[in-house]
């Protein structure tokens, strides 16, 4: 019925798609087509009729036209169309014909092997395992990093996903160069060092295996997984269409030939499954998935415009930190468009987790000269979110305060810092359940003070001594260590 009534709606001044498809290679399947001159409504348009959207604009809206999906029979387009990419495989396939032995993307053979050395090279802060198979039987990696990987140390700990859709082969790298600098770096780099003995960082590089693989070696621009759709000629489901938080409600396909089609039911994939199973046990504080294009940096709630969010404090803070690094613009995601069954909402709502989503770069596969550029610009964002794991993350009003009794000294002051000045634009109603946090924080802190043999230092003592506005924390520390000395 929506679809009708919009067809009825925008009927008088419209382009048939037939119409952009008429100047077209005959053999094109998809075409990068923007749509210009639309109103708010006509780009709801877009969004709520399940059209994959790559980017959208104050009047206008690109999207990938298939001229397969029967869902498109007989639909009328609103605006002023123009073609950007006639033939989208085209496209990719010169893509894949520019490929040096030295600047390569990553495939999967290529990713595996890099991830088995590294976890055998490094095997003291790294740890491979699979978290699953894909629907054509491949491994999905995870590779976490940590002084202890093997073991549940109750750290702060972060996810790092990459290649949700098949098409977005830069949404590999970044993952892939973040965990390279992470392994090659420890010992050498104070920071990240500190990183990998302080938390828990999970990378899964390649969520959509069969989907990058047919998309690299049939030169196809193909989005969703490799399913095959029970009596039906299509393939696939849109993976960031399939988690079980508000599922179907909005900016999905229910048709299988639709890139944005979301399966017969939430979590019907093991991608995502995987995600759920992995989500479920580990229990993130932060996380980021990344996409591609449009230099993004996206934030929950995603289903729906202007819903609440307790901790969209410390998601607009910390998006603009990150921002600083890659010079994207953060935002929430509905307000790009309202897409249900993603990702980042079922993440937050499951586990807290403040979850984001990255859109990297100006178009899916970047020329390959461009991968070192985007990296350098995105790893920085990477590092800092794995940071703020353990400060942002705890303090906010969601923080996990079973992790905030476990914290190590410096990474407990570091977050009572954080989260002073995070409490200090919190609404009224929020504030309380900040410095909860806080306080458990400081009761973590004093009773190191008072453990000889914990990393509490000296040096670390002289600075909680001089820094202003930690009254409390100063008295339970002088509380902590005059009782510990009683009973010595």
């Not at 029979?73 to 040096?100: A, F, H, R």
């Not at 590294?118 to 790294?126: G, H, N, T, V």
Request: proline share 4%; hydrophobic share 35%.
């Amino acid at each position: 019925m929506k679809k009708s009534l919009y067809r009825y709606y925008f009927s008088v001044s419209v382009f048939s798609v037939f119409i952009i498809l008429f100047s077209l290679p005959v053999s094109a399947e998809k075409s990068l087509v923007r749509f210009d001159n639309l109103t708010q409504d006509q780009i709801a348009f877009f969004h709520e009729n399940g059209f994959d959207v790559p980017k959208t604009g104050r009047d206008y809206v690109e999207v990938v036209v298939d001229y397969s999906d029967e869902s498109l029979n007989g639909s009328k387009l609103p605006g002023k169309s123009s073609v950007i990419i006639p033939d989208l495989d085209e496209y990719v396939s010169n893509i894949l014909s520019s490929q040096t032995r030295e600047r390569a993307y990553f495939s999967f053979e290529t990713m595996t092997a890099r991830l088995q050395e590294w976890s055998e090279q490094y095997s003291e802060i790294a740890s491979l395992s699979s978290i699953g198979k894909s629907c054509e039987g491949r491994d999905i990696w995870a590779l976490k990093i940590s002084d202890n990987p093997k073991v549940d140390e109750k750290e702060p700990s972060a996810l790092i996903v990459g290649g949700t859709h098949a098409r977005e082969w830069i949404s590999v790298e970044v993952p892939m160069e973040s965990i390279k600098r992470l392994l090659e770096s420890y010992g050498k780099d104070e920071k990240l060092t500190s990183l990998v003995n302080d938390r828990e960082i999970w990378f899964v590089p390649m969520l959509n295996p069969d989907g990058l693989v047919f998309s690299q070696t049939k030169s196809k621009y193909w989005r969703k997984n490799r399913r095959k759709i029970d009596s039906s000629s299509a393939y696939g489901v849109d993976l960031n269409r399939n988690y079980g938080y508000k599922w179907g409600e909005s900016g999905a396909s229910t048709s299988p030939s639709a890139d944005t089609y979301m399966g017969t039911a939430p979590f019907s994939e093991p991608e995502t499954c995987a995600i759920k199973a992995l989500t479920a046990r580990e229990h993130f504080q932060a996380s980021i998935s990344f996409h591609s294009y449009s230099e993004l940096i996206l934030y929950p709630y995603s289903y729906a415009k202007n819903i609440s969010c307790p901790d969209n404090t410390t998601f607009v803070k910390l998006s603009g930190e990150m921002a600083k690094f890659n010079s994207y613009t953060p935002q929430n995601s509905a307000d790009l468009y309202p897409a249900a069954g993603e990702s980042d909402d079922f993440i937050y709502s499951e586990h807290k987790t403040l979850a984001f989503t990255f859109e990297l770069a100006t178009t899916f596969i970047p020329a390959v000269t461009q991968i070192e550029n985007i990296c350098n610009q995105n790893v920085p964002a990477v590092f800092h979110l794995i940071e703020k794991a353990g400060t942002y993350a705890l303090t906010t009003p969601s923080g996990d305060i079973d992790i905030c009794r476990n914290l190590d000294s410096k990474t407990a002051f570091q977050a009572l810092c954080d989260g002073k000045e995070l409490s200090e634009s919190l609404p009224f109603e929020l504030k309380y359940l900040c410095q909860e946090r806080m306080s458990v924080i400081e009761d973590r802190l004093a009773s190191l003070s008072a453990d000889s043999s914990s990393d509490f230092s000296e040096s670390l003592q002289a600075v909680i001594s001089e820094s202003a506005g930690f009254e409390s924390l100063k008295k339970k520390i002088s509380d902590s260590r005059k009782f510990a000395s009683l009973h010595r």
